[in-house]
């Protein structure tokens, strides 16, 4: 089974879900596409790391997206992430060999979160995000950062679950 990052259930604010999540660790790819930037954290984990040892599928996989014109935000950058496990402290993750890849230490934070199923295409993040945001606004939650796409699936389960 596939460690997911645990998190505190805060409260809701009609179908945005309000959650603490614990510092995390990630290996960050950005700049390229996602089949690419996938592919390189894949053979991260997968060993291409000193030293050399496997490191643990964990979800969500972080993506940010280029959100379409018609919703209040734009990101410009791409970028995807691999949580690490929770049982990491930044001096035992193992140093990625391919330099494209990036370990971040984030710490705490309250995410306002709507979950959604789907294959999280383009179309269907930006209407998620509006919705999200406009949620925000009315209940006068101010934002920090720019929204980001976090999956818990495998790019191979179907999109009806």
């Known amino acids: 089974m596939t460690e997911t990052i645990a998190y505190q ?15 995390i660790h990630l290996a960050t790819v950005q700049g390229l596409a996602e ?3 996938f592919g390189i954290l894949f053979q991260y984990i997968s060993g291409n790391n000193t030293p050399g040892r496997a ?20 990101s410009n950058a ?18 990625p060999l391919n330099s ?17 199923k789907g294959r999280a295409s ?3 993040v930006a209407e ?3 919705r999200l945001l406009k949620v925000l606004d009315s209940e006068n939650i101010q934002t920090v950062g720019k929204p980001f796409l976090m999956r818990y699936n495998s790019p191979f389960t179907p999109g009806f679950l």
């Open 9 to 23: 259930d805060s409260g809701r604010k009609g179908e945005v879900e309000i959650r603490t999540y614990p510092a």
């Open 100 to 116: 494209k890849i990036k370990i971040q230490e984030i710490p705490p934070r309250v995410l306002a979160v709507i979950r959604f």
């Open 128 to 130: 998620v995000t509006g």
């Open 35 to 37: 089949g690419e930037a």
């Open 55 to 74: 490191i643990p599928m964990t979800a969500p996989v972080i993506t940010s997206k280029k959100i379409a014109m018609t919703t209040p935000v734009i």
């Open 78 to 95: 791409d970028a995807m992430s691999f949580v690490l496990p929770a049982e990491y402290r930044r001096d035992e993750v193992p140093e």
């Open 122 to 124: 383009d179309d269907d």
